[in-house]
């Protein structure tokens, strides 16, 4: 696992544990070089970003528990694939962002600037 250090270079803090989230599923948006997608934004997802990610064929509405996911809703907390929030982001379709809770590594697909833009 990857140093836990969040994009303004503290500690990095809990997204949610319910629905508990993470490549891990430690709450946190903890990372290693096997998570491919980088699911490293801490979003709070809203309607807008739930339908644009279906519409790109990531459907994080309905559940899946074979995989220990129990689909989201408006106002979840979720560790977001960082190439996913920033195709949002250029669709005009981004849902905010918890800064403390968004791993560094999201900075090697994401500008800081762009995660500030939309920060809670």
Request: glycine fraction near 8%; charge should be negative.
């Amino acid at each position: 696992m990857h140093p836990s250090v969040n994009v303004l270079g503290g500690e990095l803090e809990p997204c949610s544990n319910d629905p508990l989230t993470g490549w891990y599923r430690d709450g946190c948006c903890n990372t290693d070089d096997s998570d491919r997608g980088s699911h490293t934004v801490c979003c709070v997802v809203n309607d807008a970003f739930l339908e644009f990610a279906r519409s790109q064929g990531n459907d994080l509405i309905t559940p899946a528990p074979q995989f220990n996911f129990p689909g989201l809703k408006a106002g979840d907390s979720w560790c977001v694939c960082a190439r996913t929030w920033l195709e949002a982001v250029n669709a005009g379709q981004a849902c905010p962002v918890d800064l403390e809770s968004t791993h560094r590594r999201a900075l090697e697909v994401i500008p800081l600037d762009v995660l500030e833009t939309h920060a809670l």
